[in-house]
């Protein structure tokens, strides 16, 4: 799987240069559009599945990545419709699907709360400032558990311990400037033009 350096910089304007993601959108919607591959407003299961393996995720993660997010929050991101046995997901209405027992750095409308992000590493990044190791990551999830919402538990630890895996540096401390870079939607189109990169690298 692919990891992003800690010193890795985020060029929002060169980033993305090969998948072009709207101006106009919160950074929830950011963080979504890169798995809208075609840019139709739309993410079916496919796409999750190709943005995944773009980002450097094994064939199964990506397989489950796909079932478990479209199966999720189609029906939550399109509101008043007929369920679709196709699991597309409604990116401008991505707020929607918005789970409890979260971080709160995104507010009920898909946008960015700093006082939030900050209180993230504030409160539980013990050993480093700037970075939280495995063991904080998971006493965050713990405290941000509202009781009897295994769903959000679920969908928590999963989106946290994806990022984790693909996003750690060699000691095993995942970074502020990575975490933000979730927030802001500017990590994934990175770590596709890192991919990219690097497999041009082998060819050559």
């Known amino acids: ?46 796409e999750t599945f190709r943005g995944f393996r773009a980002i450097g995720c094994g064939f199964f993660l990506s397989t489950f990545a796909a079932v478990f997010i479209n199966v999720g929050l189609s029906r939550k991101t399109r509101p008043g419709k007929f369920p679709s046995l196709l699991f597309p997901i409604e990116v401008k209405n991505i707020h929607r699907g918005k ?38 990551l998971m006493g965050m999830l713990k405290a941000n558990r509202v009781p009897k919402d295994y769903v959000g538990w679920l969908a928590s630890w999963t989106e946290w311990k994806i990022l984790y895996i693909l996003c750690k540096d060699k000691n095993g401390l995942l970074h502020k400037d990575t975490v933000k870079a979730v927030y802001d939607g500017s990590l994934f189109e990175h770590m596709e033009k890192e991919k990219s990169s690097a497999k041009k690298k082998v060819v050559v």
């Open 99 to 136: 789970h409890g027992s979260d971080s709160g750095v995104y507010d009920t409308e898909g946008r960015f709360v700093p006082g939030k992000f900050q209180e993230l590493f504030g409160k539980h990044a013990l050993t480093h400032p700037n970075s939280l190791t495995s063991n904080e």
């Open 1 to 46: 799987m692919a990891s992003l350096s800690p010193s890795s910089t985020y060029n929002q304007q060169g980033a993305g240069q090969d998948h072009i993601i709207p101006t106009d959108q919160n950074v929830l919607q950011k963080h979504a559009a890169f798995f809208d591959r075609n840019h139709d407003g739309l993410i079916y299961p496919s």
